[in-house]
């Protein structure tokens, strides 16, 4: 297994000597990029002969003449850890920045990141780290928090690099965790549907496909073949996955039908409009003084119908967004339409849910057993729903 160990510029670089040394022990060949400031601190010599790799500086460093390294390590990586994270390197790669060998390969890389921060507390404390932090968190990234400690210039506070031990066994367990749905299909629907009533006119709903979104990056970080069939939403998919684009809700079962028998997982995370108008005009509607009445139709129950062509083994999950006292509903919902499992939303609270960050899911399972995700990111709900499922 291979592991790009970014080292920042953190008094706690030294430590980066010996974690390199008990991730080999681990079984990774551990290849290190610096950055500038790590220099200060500790040397690429250092690092090239304790794991007898090349160690990556410069962004325009070419171990290989005529091959781009940034590219060629964030491909051949199965995980990237920066250890020691410094303020500077959290808050860069956390708003995109690419103007390092390291901030460069993040940037590039497209598997499970960790981060091990390590400052003083005040920088660690300060509103922009926060922000940089949450916004990671929301991500395919996995943040240690640093520990609570005795820092250097006297100060006391959370700030202390985690232990090798600590970082070693997070590496291991988002490790074991890329492999859980190596070999596995997941289809998911995502986002809302227009269905029109002229040509410029539809009727939609809120949602914002960041679930969808969210869940097709926690089945790419378990190692599953993704393919999303995605109403119109501005939330963007992530690009290891196979996405299909479409608008009405019978567009979305056409395409995903397509795709459901060799599915594994097939996960009903769209808001799908119940009813169409029968008839859209071709034009736009005038106005009048007259009442307008739209005729609408049912349109078809997506996660039912896909449910019926799946394999037999498949786990077919839909999402209902219920009021809170809609958990009967949910109960009655899995089995008329043959589900494994229903995610409910409570969309009575503004906080989560609908265009939220972040989510709270009750799973009820076809067996009657129902449990909580606590609220979280959304990231965070969909790794929490796949682990249930599959559990
Ligand atoms: C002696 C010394 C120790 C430092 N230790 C830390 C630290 O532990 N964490 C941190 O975020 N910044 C620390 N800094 C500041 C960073 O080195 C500085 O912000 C630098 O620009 C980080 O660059 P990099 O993120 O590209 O490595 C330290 C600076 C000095 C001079």
Known sequence: ??????????????????????????????RVCLTDAAQKFVTP??????????????????????????????????VLLIAPASANTINKIA??????????????????????????PAMYAHETTRESIQKLKGRATTILEPQ???????EHGPGKLASNMEIVNSVLAIEKRSQILRGKRVLITSG?????????????????????????RAALLMGAEVTVVSGPVKEPLPIQAQTIHIITAEQMLDQARQNAAKADI????????????????????????????????????????LAKVAKKEARVIGFAAEPDSGLETAVQKIHRKGLFAIAVNDIS??????????????LIKADGSKETSGMQSKLGCALWLLERILA
């Not at 990556?56 to 940034?70: K, Q």
């Not at 890389?109 to 091990?116: C, E, K, L």
């Open 192 to 216: 809302p549907t227009q269905e029109p009533i002229d040509s410029i006119r539809f009727l939609t709903n809120r949602s914002s496909g960041k679930m969808g979104a969210a869940l097709a």
């Open 266 to 305: 097939i996960i009903g995370a769209a808001a799908v409009a119940d009813y169409r108008p029968s008839a859209p005009l071709k034009g736009k509607i005038r106005r009048s003084e007259e009442s307008l009445h739209l005729d609408l139709v049912a349109n078809p129950d997506v996660i039912a119908e």
């Open 45 to 78: 010599v250092l690092f090239e002969t304790l794991t007898g790799q090349p160690c990556l500086i410069d962004t325009f460093d070419e171990p290989e003449t005529g091959r781009m390294a940034h590219i060629d390590w964030a491909r051949q990586a199965d």
């Open 148 to 154: 609570e400690g005795d820092v250097v210039a006297g």
């Open 349 to 362: 609270r503004k906080e989560i849910g609908f265009d939220a960050d972040q989510n709270e899911l009750m």
């Open 1 to 30: 297994m291979n592991l790009v160990l970014g080292v920042s510029g953190s008094i706690a670089a030294y430590r980066a000597a010996d974690l390199a040394r008990d991730l080999m022990r681990a079984g990774y060949t551990v």
């Open 95 to 120: 708003n995109g920045y690419a103007d390092d060998m390291l901030s460069t390969i993040a940037l590039a890389f497209t598997g499970p990141i960790i981060f091990a921060p390590a400052m003083n």
